[in-house]
Nanobody, 121 residues
């Protein structure tokens, strides 16, 4: 059974940092794109970042460029999201996604259950 489990969320003050992890199990995803989306209350799910199977190609949403960094460890079937200079607008549930090529809502893939990130002023 394929399972993605996010961890690392919590409460942090504005300007602080958090690192999210997503550990996949059930099969190897070394040849898949991995990424993160987030969803705030009352808003649609928003693209955050993706990383290619090799780890060499990364893409970021405009609102997080320069602050967030995505990386992966294929040996451990894990993707990370380092979040720096956090703002209250970053408050959301963060979801891990894995799939072939482009990933996101409406595309084939696997999703985690999400981890809550709350940034206070």
């Amino acid at each position: 059974q394929v399972q993605l489990v996010e961890s690392g969320g919590g409460l942090v003050q504005a300007g602080g940092s958090l690192r999210l992890s997503c550990a996949a199990s059930g099969r190897s995803f070394s040849s898949y794109t991995m990424g993160w989306f987030r969803q705030a209350p009352g808003k649609e799910r928003e693209f955050v970042a993706t990383v290619s199977w090799s780890g060499d190609d990364t893409y970021y949403g405009e609102s997080v460029k320069g602050r967030f960094t995505i990386s992966r460890d294929n040996a451990n079937n894990t993707v990370y999201l380092q979040m720096n200079s956090l703002k209250p607008e970053d408050t959301a549930v963060y979801y891990c996604v894995v799939g072939r090529g482009t990933v996101g809502p409406g595309t084939p893939g696997y999703w985690g259950q999400g981890t809550q990130v709350t940034v206070s002023s």
